[in-house]
């Protein structure tokens, strides 16, 4: 991250709301959730479609999805024209194609295989995509079809067989349409409703932007880009519809981002079905394989010198414009689309990110800034100015709803620095170089590795051995606080208490057999007598019932001249028996030897 | 005031002087409604967008104004409160019209009524709902409730529907709040 490192805010004296609450920056403008639309943040635009200073918000609405498809067109919240379109749109934008005054922009509409250029929202010109090269045996078989050389079912056969040969794709729609026919009467209809046209292999656009072609202005002429299902990108000259540039893609293109001028110096990032994403140049045939995603691409979008790329698998990455990954964050809910939220007068560009749980993230680098809850799941959004609002953000729902939404003049962003990685991790650990020895070191572990792991291990398994050799000896001696035989369970605690030089011993005893009492036991203060004078040294137990805990104590003087600490052992003992049940050290504390 | 300027108020020799703020956003037609009240002979027949601020004299009935006519424009809106301290009389132009920014409108409103310089004064607001001739306008009564005009109980105010092309409603709604503030500069030279 070079350009677009964080600047903290220069204080504007507003408080700024915590995330996580629902965003007081907006203002509902408009709502209307029963606007009956159904479309994609490719099929918005926003354009000053009448030269009168009043931007106007086009929609290309894909109705049913077979039935009832639109361009809609809203001044302010009211729809104020509709015209018909015959097949479904893949991609609105809106472009300057000449500069005769008054500078209305263009409306171009991506859908089948041709662009519809509307002026003025009347039908202006239709541009075809050319056409491909049909397969030969596709095209004898079904000129013999014609011909009635060839009946229904050996056509199905031919073409099925070629079907597994070049893949779907591969066919024109006629085949792919007859292929489809579920039995022989339908195919029969179909193979009578269409053997008399020529055979077309015809490709579809995928993904349309714009591209300016000599001057940078507002209202400079532009250049359109398509991508098509034939894994093609063009370039078309505004004015003759002619392809100034095709470049061919090992993927078919789904969204194109797009900067530069055509006659200068151009970029296409283009964001594939297979999860790669590819750059173009000037003058390259080829795309240049830049990002390899995990995952498919739900939303692509460029900031600065950053790419902003949505996946399927909820992820959320910004790269480089060379490709590398700067960060990723992971979002809760399936991303469902992206929009770039360019602020002019904050001098600000953020990112938008609609979530399937009906929540619009608001990201400025990876920090989020923002959050708005909607009622329904978001599935287009388009930000930029709108009538006379600069800072508009247009929201469609899926359930058809419209949400208009303002920002606020005195709203800010600030970054909440709790939320996401903080901006140390950003930062780069300063490794030294590395030394002579530490490179000698290395050499020498890695010619002896076996060498140096079998004396580790022989090491490990004698420290092991010698472990629990001193563990069994203890349990032989009995010189563990709890006593584990099977005839006197017991459990002893030992308190030491006072600061010296005397100190009263406690030590607590508790029989933890389940029935059996506990008789003729002692316990036994054992120290060194230079140091420690033990009043009662033999402390007759009477019987311990079991679960009951019998406390006795004793005073230890302390009575060196050096104040010396030394341990006190507590054996507890069975009469006739010359091993100890239990045992426990205690480690007295340095006496305040009174002066 | 000295005796003198009373003798020549009740003798009607001399008029009251007052300050207005001419307030609203973008395109609501501020710089026409001032436009209107200017004699015959210096109307501008076309507006263009007023950058920063315009300082506007003419005279009414009972009070003589002195109108600034402040950009709406985004970046510019917040120069109004500089001119909020010596102003008797605010008059809010609205595009009746323009039903997607009202609430917009609104925000402005709001933070207006809620700046210290403004908020304890009794000051008249004239409310002006613009554009009423367009297809698209709706009535006074409804901007009025967008505008959320039934809160605002501490101060007097008054909505007209208008045209400031054609000047039709500019004149009842002028000669409201020059009454407004004439009661309002009287209390205040009684009181002395």
């Known amino acids: 991250m070079s350009s677009d490192v964080l600047r903290p805010e220069e204080g504007g004296g507003e408080s700024v709301v915590a995330t996580g609450q629902d965003s007081d920056k907006w203002l509902t403008a408009h709502n209307d959730p029963v606007a009956g639309l159904n479309t994609f943040s490719s099929c918005m635009a926003l354009a000053d479609l009448s030269a009168d200073g009043e931007i106007k918000l086009i929609i290309a609405d894909l109705g049913s999805g077979t039935h009832n498809m639109k361009l809609k067109v809203y001044k302010g919240t009211q729809l104020s024209s509709e015209n018909t379109l015959i097949d479904m749109p893949t991609g609105v934008i809106t472009f300057h194609m000449d500069t005769t005054e008054p500078q209305l922009p263009a409306v171009a509409v991506a859908s089948g295989s041709y662009i519809y250029i509307y002026k003025n929202l009347r039908p202006y010109f239709k541009f075809t995509l050319p056409t491909l090269e049909v397969n030969p045996l596709e095209y004898d078989a079904w000129n013999q079809a014609r011909d009635d050389l060839l009946d229904v079912s050996l056509l199905y056969e031919i073409l099925d067989s070629l079907r597994h040969e070049v893949g779907e794709c591969g066919l024109t729609t006629r085949s792919q349409r007859f292929l489809m026919c579920p039995d022989h009467q339908s195919q029969q209809n179909f193979l009578d409703q269409h053997k008399g046209f020529l055979l077309k292999r015809q490709t579809v656009v995928t993904a349309i932007a714009t591209l300016k072609k000599s001057y940078a202005e507002e209202e400079a002429i532009s250049c359109l880009v398509l991508g098509t299902e034939s894994a093609n990108v063009f370039i078309l000259d505004p004015e003759a519809f002619t392809i100034l540039n095709s470049v061919s893609l090992p993927s078919v293109a789904v969204f194109l981002s797009v900067f530069g001028l055509y006659d200068v110096e151009y970029r296409i990032i283009v964001a594939c079905r297979n999860g790669h994403v590819y750059t173009l140049k000037r003058g390259v045939k080829v795309g240049r394989p830049t990002i390899e995603l995990n995952s498919q691409a739900v939303g692509l979008v460029r900031r600065d010198k950053n790419i902003f790329v949505a996946t399927m698998d909820r992820n959320l990455h910004c790269f480089s414009n060379k490709g590398k990954r700067l960060w990723t964050q992971q979002m809760d809910s399936v991303i469902s689309c992206l929009e770039l939220i360019e602020i002019k007068s904050l001098n600000l560009r953020l990112v938008a990110v609609a979530l399937e749980d009906r929540r619009v993230l608001i990201f400025k680098d990876k920090y989020v800034v923002d959050t708005i809850h909607m009622e329904a799941p978001v599935s287009a959004m388009l930000f930029g100015r709108f009538g006379r609002e600069d800072n508009t953000f247009i929201l469609v729902m899926k359930g058809g709803g419209l949400h208009i939404k303002i920002l606020r003049r005195k709203a800010r962003f600030a970054a909440d620095d709790s939320s996401g990685l903080g901006p140390a991790a950003a930062t780069r650990l300063n490794v030294p170089k590395k030394t002579k020895l530490f490179v000698d070191q290395t050499m020498r572990e890695r010619e002896n590795s076996i060498q140096m792991h079998r004396v580790f291990q022989h090491d490990l398994y004698k420290l092991r051995l010698n472990t629990a050799r001193q563990y069994v000896r203890a349990l032989e001696t009995s010189s563990n606080p709890v006593s584990i035989t099977q005839t006197e369970p017991l459990k002893l605690s030992a308190q030491v208490l006072g600061l010296g030089p005397t100190f009263k011993i406690k030590v607590e005893l508790q029989n933890t057999s389940a029935s059996s009492p506990s008789l003729g036991l002692m316990v036994v203060f054992h120290a060194d007598h230079h140091v420690y004078n033990v009043q009662n040294s033999v402390i007759q137990v009477p019987m311990l019932v079991p679960g009951v805990a019998h406390v006795v104590e004793t005073l230890v003087n302390n009575v060196s001249e050096l104040g010396v600490a030394d341990t006190v052992k507590v054996l507890v003992v069975k009469e006739n028996s010359t091993r100890p049940v239990l045992t426990a050290l205690i480690s007295m504390p340095v006496a305040d030897t009174v002066s | ?192």
């Open chain 2, 1 to 192: 005031m000295g005796l003198f300027d009373k003798l020549a108020f009740s003798l009607g020799l001399k008029k009251r002087e007052a300050n207005i703020l001419v307030v609203g956003l973008d395109n609501a037609g501020k710089s026409t409604v001032l436009n209107h009240f200017k004699p015959e002979d210096q109307r501008t027949s076309d507006v263009v967008p007023t950058v920063g601020y315009n300082v506007e004299k003419f005279k009414t009935k009972s009070v003589g104004l002195t109108a600034f006519d402040m950009s709406g424009q985004a970046r510019y809106r917040n120069l109004w409160e500089a001119y909020y301290q010596d102003c008797q009389g605010i008059i809010f132009v609205v595009d009746s019209s323009e039903r997607l920014r009202l609430v917009v409108a609104k925000e402005e409103l709001d933070i207006m009524l809620e700046h210290p310089l403004i908020k304890p004064r009794r000051l008249p607001i004239l409310f002006l709902a613009n554009k009423m001739d367009l297809r698209d306008a709706i009535s006074s009564v409804k901007v009025s409730a967008a505008l959320g005009l039934d809160r605002l109980t501490d101060k007097p105010w008054h909505i007209t529907a208008c045209n400031a092309v054609t000047g039709d409603g500019l004149h009842e709604g002028i000669d409201w709040l020059s009454q407004m503030i004439k009661d309002a500069v009287d209390k205040n030279a009684q009181k002395l």
